[in-house]
T-cell receptor
Framework: QKEVEQDPGPLSVPEGAIVSLNCTYS??????FMWYRQYSRKGPELLMYTYSSGNKEDGRFTAQVDKSSKYISLFIRDSQPSDSATYLC?????????????FGTGTKLQVIP | NAGVTQTPKFQVLKTGQSMTLQCAQD?????MYWYRQDPGMGLRLIYY???????DKGEVPNGYNVSRLNKREFSLRLESAAPSQTSVYFC???????????FGPGTRLTVT
């Protein structure tokens, strides 16, 4: 079993829809939870990170962490065609002298105008 | 401010050839990483360097070597390329204050 599981999609939604992206994990040592966005043929870029259980909002994006269920989500409100990308969840723990980051496999999102 | 730069952007190698992927960051970060990204596998850590002068193996180090030349530069070497090393390679540096990894644009490597 992978430490981080993420539905690969693809997910196709109409412009303006609310998008929900999810990951589950098994490692209780994970401390930080992140969402990265990766456009085609580009490197990933950080969207949001959270430390504790609960919600964190940034504009149209909300990250949610439920440590008791080992489940994290990213919600995108009023989705735009420019949101079309692959979204990677990532989780980190301090291990062996460095911040070890484990990535999900990514969910490909297409927002249709 | 260039962030993380990688060269080359594309490379085709024949089996058995060697090459070095270059990475540099101008953000004064201590930690740097090399990942490979394959369809359905996500990003997998090859090697990391927690600080200048130190390097350690990640999840998939076999067939690779690294050099942390100075604080800015972290190179990845394939001594004898194999088709299984066909992948997209990303270098990243780590900003401790925000737990953010900054990624380079990637190198697309094909080994025939």
């Amino acid at each position: 079993q992978k430490e981080v599981e993420q539905d690969p999609g693809p997910l196709s939604v109409p412009e303006g829809a609310i998008v929900s992206l999810n990951c589950t994990y098994s490692n209780s040592a994970f401390q930080y939870f992140m969402w990265y966005r990766q456009y085609s043929r580009k490197g990933p870029e950080l969207l949001m990170y959270t430390y504790s259980s609960g919600n964190k909002e940034d504009g149209r994006f909300t990250a949610q962490v439920d440590k008791s269920s080992k489940y994290i989500s990213l919600f995108i409100r009023d989705s735009q065609p420019s949101d079309s990308a692959t979204y990677l969840c990532a989780m980190s723990e301090y291990s062996g002298g460095y911040q070890k980051v484990t990535f999900g496999t990514g969910t490909k999102l297409q927002v249709i105008p | 401010n260039a962030g993380v730069t990688q060269t080359p952007k594309f490379q085709v190698l024949k089996t058995g050839q060697s090459m070095t992927l270059q990475c540099a960051q101008d953000m004064n970060h201590n930690s740097m990483y090399w990942y490979r990204q394959d369809p359905g596998m996500g990003l997998r850590l090859i090697y990391y360097s927690a600080s200048e002068g130190t390097t350690d193996k990640g999840e998939v180090p076999n067939g690779y070597n690294v050099s942390r030349l100075n604080k800015r530069e972290f190179s990845l070497r394939l001594e004898s390329a194999a088709p299984s090393q066909t992948s997209v390679y990303f270098c990243a540096s780590f900003r401790t204050e925000s737990y953010e990894q900054y990624f380079g644009p990637g190198t697309r490597l094909t080994v025939t």
